[in-house]
Each structure stands twice: as C-alpha cells, then as structure tokens.
C-alpha cells in the first residue's frame, strides 16, 4: 500500500489564480517532505521542501503546509504561471533516509 | 556540472533479454537510488545505496540487481526482462539532508 498519496491525478487553474495541490501520508514517522516538478522527458527537480519541525515553508511563489495531525501537507503556487504546467510529485521520509513518492498531480495553467 | 548521467536513455528489449543501465553522478554524493515511473503510481524505488559498497532493496526489487561499482556509479540489471518492466527508470543522488537529484531518465519497452 503506498505511504504517500496523492489523490488528485490532474488540476487546472487559470493563469495568476492559486494552484493548491495535496498530499496525503500514512507513516508517522515521515519527519521531511520534499516536492518535485517534472516536465515532460525530464528528470523529477527539486522544488522545495519542509520538515516536521516546521508547519510552513515559502520560497518565492511557492508555499509548503505542514499539518502533522492530519499527516497532509500542500504546495500552494500563487500566482500561478503556465510555465507552472508539469506533473507535481510529494515525497517523504525518516530521518532523510530513502524518499516514498505520491503518484503525481498534473498541473495545467490555462492562460 | 552535469550532474546524474543516465545511459542508455530508450532502449526496446525482447523478453527474456538482459541489460544493465548505468547511472554515474559527479556530485560527490553518497547516497544513490533507482526508481521507476508508472502511469498513476509515481516513483517506486528499486534499490539503493547508502554509501559506496552497500546497497538495499527498496519497495520493487524483485527481476533487478544493482552494483555500487565506486561512489559515482550505479548501475542496474535486469538479468531476464519482462514486458512488465517497461517503464520509465531514474537514478538519482543525495547528500545527507539535501533532496535528490535526479537523471533524465531511461525509457525501457519490453516486448
């Protein structure tokens, strides 16, 4: 069963709206979790990332929420660009060991 | 600086045929993984090595081996290929507390 899902295949915003992907985990023991962005024949790149100790992370436009009691974390992407459209991958895992990754949410911004 | 170098990047295979990928990093990292990428199942991991000489089996091991040829190679055979193991392969590295990063990926059709 996997550890960390994501449960939205795709999702589509209008260009300079909010894009709000989820995540769902189910180890309590994940204490960092990363999110990766990947175009079409590319390689997953890193996006940003956030650890247990913390509930939020912002880099530019993009915001990480961390809600360990419900073990979900979001990217929010404001405002959103269609150079945002790619598949968005959650990850997670202890003690930064080896990653667990969501199935991926498809991202289109409509200009 | 290039990073995580994937080869080959497609390959067709018949069934019962082997082939290794090779995967080669020039960070100085110490960790390596591979995983696969399948339409909704996201990443899997296949193995990986936490540091030059060792290595561990992640959630989808079974039909591959790995070697830890030296600390910038990673490689991954499959001895026996089955139609089932057509996908999308990515290597990537790590440094501790850092994310990955991750190849371009090798694109496998087993047929």
């Known amino acids: 069963d996997q550890q960390v899902k994501q449960n939205s295949p795709s999702l589509s915003v209008q260009e300079g709206r909010i894009s709000i992907l989820n995540c769902d985990y189910t180890n309590s023991m994940f204490d960092y979790f990363l999110w990766y962005k990947k175009y079409p024949a590319e390689g997953p790149t890193f996006l940003i990332s956030i650890s247990s100790i913390k509930d939020k992370n912002e880099d530019g436009r993009f915001t990480v929420f961390l809600n360990k009691s419900a073990k979900h974390l979001s990217l929010h992407i404001v405002p959103s660009q269609p150079g945002d459209s790619a598949v968005y991958f959650c990850a997670a895992s202890e003690n930064f060991n080896k990653f667990y990754f969501g199935s991926g949410t498809k991202l289109n911004v409509k200009p | 600086n290039a990073g995580v170098t994937q080869t080959p990047k497609f390959q067709v295979l018949k069934t019962g045929q082997s082939m290794t990928l090779q995967c080669a990093q020039d960070m100085n990292h110490n960790s390596m993984y591979w995983y696969r990428q399948d339409p909704g199942m996201g990443l899997r991991l296949i193995y990986y090595?936490?540091?030059?000489?060792?290595?561990d089996k992640g959630e989808v091991p079974n039909g591959y081996n790995v070697s830890r040829l030296n600390k910038r190679e990673f490689s991954l055979r499959l001895e026996s290929a089955a139609p089932s193991q057509t996908s999308v392969y990515f290597c990537a590295s790590s440094e501790q507390n850092y994310g990955y990063t991750f190849g371009s990926g090798t694109r496998l059709t087993v047929v």
């Open positions: 090595s936490a540091s030059e000489g060792t290595t």
